[in-house]
């Protein structure tokens, strides 16, 4: 258990990245239109990209890049729809970024769970 | 922007004592790790853990706020990760006492494999999209 993250991270070298999973999902969502992409699909069933490339201040071109480099990392899935492409979210992969926000949340919990100990011997003390 | 943790925690016990044992060193040795802490704001500190391939176990902290005896906060410095903590005492009466705790700036810049990575506050709303994605399975 080390609260910098450190056991993570070795974990995430030594696991293997899933073969459908092209890009690591920390890279992924180190960008803020990215992040404002991820927002905006969560909101919504699915979008097209000119509905996306409205919240932008970049051309179709830029957001579609982002598009596929969520893509890339399995944050997004595409379909067509007639003529158009449309984007959903498929928030699985963040489970790896929540896994890491739960160190934190694990160290405090053994440290407490000591300190809780630590007060009943203060009680029979 | 970057996201904070916050846990509760409620302890049998009195506000004195879970003071004590928040500020007290040799106490805090027991729970977190060693360290030279002293209740005396601007003092500056460092808590060893058990040290490992990835990590030292170097935690360097400065008082920030010592308001006994219901709140405690003290700077979290671990490598390029600086958080801030915050402890904050609450008598609930009957012996009780809530403890909630506060962990700030977390992971603003982390350094994750070399790279550094951006957090923002929608990381808060990750567990409701993940709840609704299973929800929708």
């Given at each position: 258990m080390s609260p910098n993250g450190g056991e993570f991270r070795s974990k995430r070298v030594s696991g293997a990245v899933s073969k459908?999973?092209?890009?690591d999902v920390f890279d992924a969502i180190a960008d803020p239109t990215r992040r404002r992409l991820i927002q905006l699909l969560a909101e919504a069933e699915d979008l097209p990209l000119h509905e996306l490339a409205?919240?932008?201040?970049?051309g179709r071109t830029g957001v579609s890049k982002h598009l596929g480099i969520l893509k890339d990392a399995g944050l997004v899935k595409d379909r067509k729809a007639g003529r158009e492409t449309r984007y959903r979210l498929?928030?699985?992969?963040l489970k790896e970024v929540q896994d890491w926000v739960a160190y934190y949340s694990n160290y405090w919990s053994a440290n407490m769970m000591r300190l809780g100990q630590l007060l009943e011997e203060d009680e029979e003390a | 922007m970057s996201f904070s943790l916050n846990m509760d925690f409620q302890f049998e016990t009195t506000v004195e004592k879970l003071w004590s044992a928040l500020t007290d060193s040799g106490k805090l040795a027991r729970w977190i790790a060693d360290n030279d802490f002293k209740p005396v704001v601007g003092h500056r500190f460092q808590f060893h853990h058990q040290p490992n391939e990835y990590w030292d176990g170097i935690v360097n902290s400065e008082v920030l706020a010592v308001e006994e005896p219901h709140r405690l906060s003290f700077s979290w410095v671990v490598g390029e990760e600086r958080h801030t903590v915050t402890l904050i005492l609450d008598d609930l009466g009957n012996g009780k006492v809530h403890l909630r705790l506060e962990q700030t700036g977390?992971?603003?810049k982390a350094a994750l494999s070399g790279a550094r990575y951006g957090w923002e506050a929608w990381v808060g709303k990750l567990e409701q999209v993940l709840a609704e994605q299973d929800a929708a399975k």
């Open positions: 459908v999973q092209q890009r409205a919240h932008f201040n970049m498929d928030a699985a992969p | 977390l992971s603003n």
